[in-house]
């Protein structure tokens, strides 16, 4: 079984960056999609970005240009760079993990309902963002 940690939440004013850290105990040797969501209070969790295996990425417009997914394999770790943090992005974030690139963007990934049922999730991190 698969196991994601979170690290690297916390409190900053808008404008200011964080660097989320999602640790996982093992990369599996099929096909994967990696990624990141968040659940802001009363909202459902919705996809932020995506990294399939062979490389390719997904932003979702909220935070195409200030947020950047990175991974490194041999620590087996999927970062979140956010930079000009706003208000609005803050949430609690989770990493996920899902097997194949069906998932991966578009609507499958934004809405994260077939990550809920079929992939493997941190506990989150919370981000808040102070204006």
């Known amino acids: 079984q698969v196991q994601l940690q979170e690290s690297g939440g916390g409190s900053v004013q808008a404008g200011g960056s964080l660097r989320l850290s999602c640790s996982i105990s093992?990369?599996?040797?099929?096909?994967?999609?990696m990624g990141w969501f968040r659940q802001a209070p009363g909202k459902e969790r919705e996809g932020v970005v995506s990294?399939?295996?062979?490389?390719?990425?997904y932003y979702t417009d909220a935070v195409k240009g200030r947020f950047t997914i990175s991974q490194d394999n041999a620590k087996n770790t999927l970062y979140l760079q956010m930079n000009s943090l706003k208000p609005d992005d803050t949430a609690m974030y989770y990493c996920?993990?899902?097997?194949?690139?069906?998932?991966?963007?578009?609507?499958?990934?934004?809405?994260?309902?077939?990550?809920?049922?079929?992939?493997?999730w941190g506990q989150g991190t919370q981000v808040t963002v102070s204006s």
């Open positions: 996920a993990l899902i097997y194949g690139r069906t998932y991966c963007k578009g609507a499958y990934f934004r809405s994260a309902s077939p990550w809920t049922d079929s992939g493997h």
């Open positions: 990294l399939y295996s062979g490389g390719s990425t």
């Open positions: 093992e990369l599996p040797y099929m096909s994967t999609c």
